[in-house]
Protein backbone atom coordinates (compact mmCIF):
# COMPACT_ATOMS: atom_id res chain seq x y z
CA UNK A 1 0.00 0.00 0.00
CA UNK A 2 1.13 3.14 -1.15
CA UNK A 3 0.45 6.57 1.35
CA UNK A 4 1.36 9.96 0.38
CA UNK A 5 1.27 13.45 2.51
CA UNK A 6 2.03 16.63 0.82
CA UNK A 7 3.21 19.69 2.80
CA UNK A 8 4.60 23.00 1.95
CA UNK A 9 2.12 24.82 0.27
CA UNK A 10 1.09 28.65 1.33
CA UNK A 11 0.61 32.12 -0.33
CA UNK A 12 3.62 34.33 -1.76
CA UNK A 13 3.50 37.00 -4.22
CA UNK A 14 3.82 36.75 -8.40
CA UNK A 15 7.66 36.26 -9.04
CA UNK A 16 8.22 34.49 -5.55
CA UNK A 17 9.15 30.59 -4.93
CA UNK A 18 7.50 28.05 -2.88
CA UNK A 19 8.89 24.28 -2.24
CA UNK A 20 6.36 21.36 -2.00
CA UNK A 21 7.08 17.90 -0.64
CA UNK A 22 5.59 14.68 -0.63
CA UNK A 23 6.45 12.17 2.32
CA UNK A 24 6.35 8.83 0.36
CA UNK A 25 5.49 5.14 1.54
CA UNK A 26 5.72 2.28 -0.22
CA UNK A 27 7.01 1.29 -3.50
CA UNK A 28 6.61 3.57 -6.70
CA UNK A 29 8.70 3.76 -9.55
CA UNK A 30 6.36 6.82 -11.34
CA UNK A 31 5.31 9.78 -9.64
CA UNK A 32 3.51 13.08 -10.34
CA UNK A 33 2.46 15.95 -9.12
CA UNK A 34 -1.22 17.28 -10.15
CA UNK A 35 -2.60 20.88 -9.80
CA UNK A 36 -6.65 21.48 -10.00
CA UNK A 37 -7.82 25.52 -9.94
CA UNK A 38 -11.12 26.48 -8.39
CA UNK A 39 -13.50 25.21 -11.61
CA UNK A 40 -10.81 23.79 -13.66
CA UNK A 41 -10.12 19.66 -14.37
CA UNK A 42 -7.07 18.44 -12.09
CA UNK A 43 -4.06 18.42 -14.76
CA UNK A 44 -0.72 16.97 -14.57
CA UNK A 45 2.40 19.65 -14.19
CA UNK A 46 5.49 17.43 -13.32
CA UNK A 47 6.09 13.39 -13.71
CA UNK A 48 9.39 11.66 -12.44
CA UNK A 49 10.08 7.99 -13.52
CA UNK A 50 12.92 6.56 -11.13
CA UNK A 51 14.01 3.33 -13.16
CA UNK A 52 15.09 3.90 -16.13
CA UNK A 53 15.27 7.53 -15.14
CA UNK A 54 13.20 10.69 -16.69
CA UNK A 55 11.30 13.59 -16.06
CA UNK A 56 8.06 15.49 -18.02
CA UNK A 57 7.29 18.55 -17.37
CA UNK A 58 3.69 20.63 -18.92
CA UNK A 59 4.56 23.40 -20.73
CA UNK A 60 2.90 25.66 -18.35
CA UNK A 61 5.47 25.20 -15.81
CA UNK A 62 8.38 24.04 -18.15
CA UNK A 63 11.84 26.26 -17.08
CA UNK A 64 10.10 27.21 -13.84
CA UNK A 65 9.40 24.38 -11.86
CA UNK A 66 11.80 21.00 -10.57
CA UNK A 67 10.83 17.80 -9.66
CA UNK A 68 12.75 15.58 -7.88
CA UNK A 69 13.28 12.61 -5.89
CA UNK A 70 14.87 12.04 -2.10
CA UNK A 71 15.88 8.25 -1.82
CA UNK A 72 17.19 8.63 1.62
CA UNK A 73 14.48 11.00 3.02
CA UNK A 74 11.42 9.29 0.98
CA UNK A 75 10.63 12.42 -0.35
CA UNK A 76 9.35 13.55 -3.79
CA UNK A 77 9.58 17.55 -4.44
CA UNK A 78 8.25 20.26 -6.49
CA UNK A 79 10.53 23.39 -6.51
CA UNK A 80 8.14 26.07 -8.02
CA UNK A 81 9.94 29.51 -8.74
CA UNK A 82 8.93 32.56 -10.74
CA UNK A 83 5.23 31.63 -9.28
CA UNK A 84 2.54 33.53 -11.25
CA UNK A 85 -1.46 34.02 -10.11
CA UNK A 86 -2.37 31.29 -12.80
CA UNK A 87 -0.55 28.76 -10.49
CA UNK A 88 -2.44 29.09 -7.96
CA UNK A 89 -4.41 25.80 -6.91
CA UNK A 90 -4.58 22.79 -4.86
CA UNK A 91 -1.16 20.80 -5.73
CA UNK A 92 -1.37 17.08 -5.38
CA UNK A 93 1.04 14.72 -5.48
CA UNK A 94 0.40 11.04 -7.21
CA UNK A 95 1.79 7.56 -7.69
CA UNK A 96 2.01 4.23 -9.15
CA UNK A 97 3.73 1.16 -9.08
CA UNK A 98 4.36 0.88 -12.87
CA UNK A 99 7.11 2.38 -14.53
CA UNK A 100 6.07 1.72 -18.15
CA UNK A 101 4.63 4.80 -19.93
CA UNK A 102 5.02 6.81 -17.08
CA UNK A 103 6.26 10.21 -18.87
CA UNK A 104 3.20 9.85 -21.21
CA UNK A 105 0.75 9.60 -18.31
CA UNK A 106 -1.11 12.39 -18.29
CA UNK A 107 -4.25 11.42 -16.69
CA UNK A 108 -5.70 11.28 -12.72
CA UNK A 109 -6.92 7.88 -13.86
CA UNK A 110 -3.50 6.56 -14.51
CA UNK A 111 -2.41 7.28 -10.73
CA UNK A 112 -4.12 4.58 -8.02
CA UNK A 113 -2.93 6.60 -5.51
CA UNK A 114 -3.25 10.64 -4.33
CA UNK A 115 -2.02 12.62 -1.09
CA UNK A 116 -4.71 15.15 0.24
CA UNK A 117 -3.42 18.03 -1.52
CA UNK A 118 -2.10 21.59 -0.26
CA UNK A 119 -2.89 24.69 -1.37
CA UNK A 120 -0.74 27.27 -3.37
CA UNK A 121 -1.89 30.80 -3.79
CA UNK A 122 0.15 33.43 -5.56
CA UNK A 123 -0.94 37.16 -5.66
CA UNK A 124 -0.30 39.65 -7.77
Known amino acids: QVQLVESGGGSVQAGGSLRLSCAVSGPTNCMAWFRQAPGKEREGVAT????????YYSDSVKGRFTISRDNAKNTLNLQMNSLKPEDTAMYYC????????????????????WGQGTQVTVSS
Open 94 to 113: AARVQWAGCLNSRSIQDFPY
Open 48 to 55: IRATPGGI
